[in-house]
């Protein structure tokens, strides 16, 4: 896929999942399945099916989503159904609402039937919205209420994808005209952190690297605290790492000292 395209370029699959409980790890499972397929802003196609996780599901679980037993009963067990939703996904960007809790999900069940985990660029739409909007609180009802959004999140898994598919619409006009365009700015902005989103760091932290070394100043682009893209030249002093994110450490052509988090870099070059 090549990131450097438009983001209006890419197919996007907004999905969710309803699970028996909150930790994978744990052995909670996946109980329904929801997805669906834009181009540019058209639905194109869906993907939907319950899934029978082989276990009872708890009534705290229940109370949520208000899938019972009964109504999976019937319903395919995942390794039925997981190459029909692999291949639904194929050749498009993932975007959920918490995309780490529904890939955590997602690449658990995969392991225990022995599949390699999922490796596709994945956009978590929380992150965009926690970095556009201010809200006191940032669960997909409070992103739907604060749009006027006509859907309700209503934890069944179709329900929510269309919900967070209307969020990060919404999100996207609100940043228009802001210097985002291509799909390697919105990865590394709002991308979940797994291998897509490191291979697309590291050549940003090799040329920060030999920057340092040479004592050099950068012409950097970036993604601003005010949330508009803006250009400056910087000298970089060193990179340090917190709470698995990248931070630059640097000094401007004015001799102002700044702290830049590495993903809202979205270009470098050495002058």
Not at 5 to 25: H, P, R
Not at 120 to 148: C, E, G, Q, W
Request: aromatic share 12%.
């Amino acid at each position: 896929m090549n990131l450097k395209k438009s983001i209006e370029e890419i197919d996007l699959v907004f999905f969710d999942l309803e699970t028996t409980g909150l930790k994978a790890e744990d052995g909670d499972s996946i109980c329904e399945i929801g997805a669906l397929k834009v181009r540019t802003v058209n639905i194109i196609d869906k993907f939907y099916s319950l899934v029978n996780p082989k276990k009872s599901v708890p009534y705290e679980a229940y109370r949520i989503h208000k899938i019972s037993d009964e109504e999976l009963h019937n319903a395919p067990y995942f390794e039925e159904v997981i190459e029909k939703f692999l291949q639904f996904l194929h050749n498009s960007v993932v975007c959920a609402y918490n995309a780490e809790f529904d890939m955590d999900f997602l690449n658990q069940e995969l392991s225990r039937i022995h599949y390699p985990p999922l490796e596709l660029p994945v956009l978590d739409i929380l992150s965009m919205a926690r970095k556009t909007i201010r809200l006191p609180r940032y669960n997909l009802a409070a992103i739907i209420s604060f749009f006027h959004i006509e859907t309700k999140a209503s934890h069944r898994a179709l329900e929510d994808a269309y919900g967070t598919l209307q969020a990060f619409f919404k999100l996207k006009e609100t940043v228009k005209g802001r210097g985002l365009d291509s799909l390697q700015d919105f990865i590394s902005l709002y991308g979940l952190n797994n291998k897509v989103f490191r291979l697309q760091e590291k050549p940003k932290i090799l040329l920060l690297k030999e920057a340092i070394t040479k004592g050099v100043f950068i012409d950097i682009r970036y993604f601003s605290y005010e949330s508009i893209v803006e250009h400056q030249k910087v000298k970089p002093i060193h990179l340090s790492r917190e709470n698995n994110n990248f931070y630059l450490w640097c000094r401007s052509a004015k001799d102002a000292h700044c702290r830049i988090q590495l993903n809202r870099i979205l270009a470098i070059d050495i002058v």
